[in-house]
């Protein structure tokens, strides 16, 4: 399997994305009631709704510019903790894009990479602390691994997704450090991560749109 | 829900329309949420803000010896990097530009990222970071202390040294000499209701209040049952004490409303606050009482202690004229 993903094509996953959020609307909200302000879920969508609104100029834009351009609309429309985060994830990996007009699994990689280390730079956080990390640390690094042992385009492609999913599950048991869940008694223990939550999901979206 | 408001969504932009209008001192920036002092002097600009519903703060405290802009977030989310971005540029006047930001990990991000945007367009940003409230544990590992009232204190010092032509540097100094001295605990009755949300995030009982909570609603360190006033002085100024030695020092008090509790209680509390620091031999030098730092219409109070040198004194006394304060 090869993969190669243009603007049109991203901007198309963008819109699965957007459905996969919408339709998690309660889950999403309750859970974030429960450990943090309960405004995650509503934040995410007003997100990925803009970048709807905005996805034919999006789609024909060149890949890194499109990349700044996602970082500043999440940016600007997100706000709160998750904007500037994902603001600084998709900005940070426009740039290693370069000139590149279309991502291979190879840059997929290193554009995932650079997501995470701009949102553990930005949020001074590891893997750990009960947060987005959590899902998208173990994603990478198991897209990593497979790349270099040379597994096939779709055996690392489930790769990425499994790790976002045991991620995203080992944040139920973790005590939050960051964050307005770090206030509660308990620390939010017994929870998932809503920012984890929201982050696998986007990845399991993007790897089974590639897999389609 | 019962509010004067008319959309949700609009409840930031039309509040600082009206603050403007009420202030012809201000000047808005629309969309960018942005308040600005409409003169300009050369000296050292000060930008602070976070989210929306604790007013008078930030805006409240833009104007001559305090703020020179103020940038709101949408109801307790902080404003994001673009609207920072604004407010650091209206403040600049080429002498640099002192962030002072709340202790939370949504403004600390937003904040940062500003500062990274303005250093690329070649101002010079410095910032401060304020974490004075006790209820909770201080860690270098997690986000630790969160920033309330005290924050006002931090408003008023560097403000009074920019005015006065310090250097970035100096009034840097001195934000961060207010931030080391200065404890506040706070305590809530009721709970507050989101424009957005429509119902409150928590409940309380009748008789019952919670020690320590924050003022976006945070778990304190105690729920327990309606105390005397002079119980209530005994708790919070107690945590407080315990925290700093504050011992045979000269203070500045400040009794903090949440927004719904009268300024009868208010003072009635300073009275009991003046007898717990004189009994701990701690000589009170300025005292303010009023609502500088809300939650809404949370009902419930905070008690902040500022100790004070010879510096911060003529800092403190030093003239400011913003809608919220005039010294």
Known sequence: MVICIT????????????KKIEENKDYISELDSITGDGDHWANMNMGFQKLLECKEELASMRLNEM?????????????????????????????????????????????????LNAIMDRGNAKPGFKTMIDALHPAVERLKNAI????????????????????????????????????????????????????????EVLVDYLCR | MKKIINKPNDVVSEMLMGMVKANPKLVYFKDLEVIASRVKEKKVGLVSGGGSGHEPAHAGYVGKGM???????????????????????EANTGEGVLLIIKNYSGDIMNFGMAKDLAEMEGIRVEAVVVKDDVAVKDSTYSTGRRGIAGTVFVHKVAGAKAAAGGSLDEVKRVAE?????????????????????????????????????????????????????????????????????????????????????????????????????????????????????????????????????????ELLDAPCDTPALKV
Not at chain 2, 198 to 209: H, M
Not at chain 2, 229 to 256: R, T
Not at chain 2, 260 to 279: D, G, S
């Open chain 1, 7 to 18: 603007p049109k094509e991203y901007v198309e996953y963008i819109e699965l994305v957007a």
């Open chain 1, 67 to 115: 990349f700044k351009k996602i970082g500043m609309l999440i940016m600007t429309t997100v706000g709160g903790s998750s904007g500037v985060l994902y603001g600084s994830a998709y900005i940070n990996a426009s740039k290693v894009i370069l000139d590149k007009e279309q991502m291979d699994l190879q840059l997929l990689c290193r554009v995932l990479e650079a997501e």
């Open chain 1, 148 to 203: 270099e042992k040379g597994l096939d385009g779709k055996t690392a492609l489930i790769e990425l997704k499994q790790g976002a999913i045991e991620g995203m599950n080992s944040t139920k048991n973790m005590e939050a450090v960051k964050g307005r869940a770090c206030y509660q008694a308990n620390k939010g223990v017994g929870h998932l991560d809503p920012g984890a939550v929201t982050m696998c999901y986007q990845i």
């Open chain 2, 67 to 89: 703020l020179d802009a103020a940038v709101s977030g949408n109801v307790f989310a902080s404003p994001s990097p673009d609207r920072v971005l604004k407010g650091i540029q």
């Open chain 2, 177 to 313: 000499k207010t931030i080391a001295n200065v404890r506040s605990m706070g305590m809530a009755m009721t709970p507050c209701i989101l424009p957005g949300v429509g119902k409150a995030g928590f409940t309380l009982g009748e008789n019952e209040i919670e020690i320590g909570m924050g003022i976006h609603g945070e778990p304190g360190v105690e729920r327990t049952c309606v105390k005397t006033a002079a119980q209530l002085a005994e708790i919070l100024c107690g945590k407080i004490l315990a925290d700093y030695d504050f011992a045979g020092s000269e203070c500045a008090v400040m009794i903090n409303g949440l927004g719904a509790t009268p300024l009868m209680e208010l003072y009635i509390l300073n009275n009991e606050v003046e007898k717990i620091l004189k009994e701990n031999n701690i000589k009170i030098y300025r005292t303010f009482v009023g609502n500088y730092m809300t939650s809404l219409e949370m009902a419930g109070c905070s008690v902040t202690l500022l100790k004070l040198d010879e510096e911060l004194k």
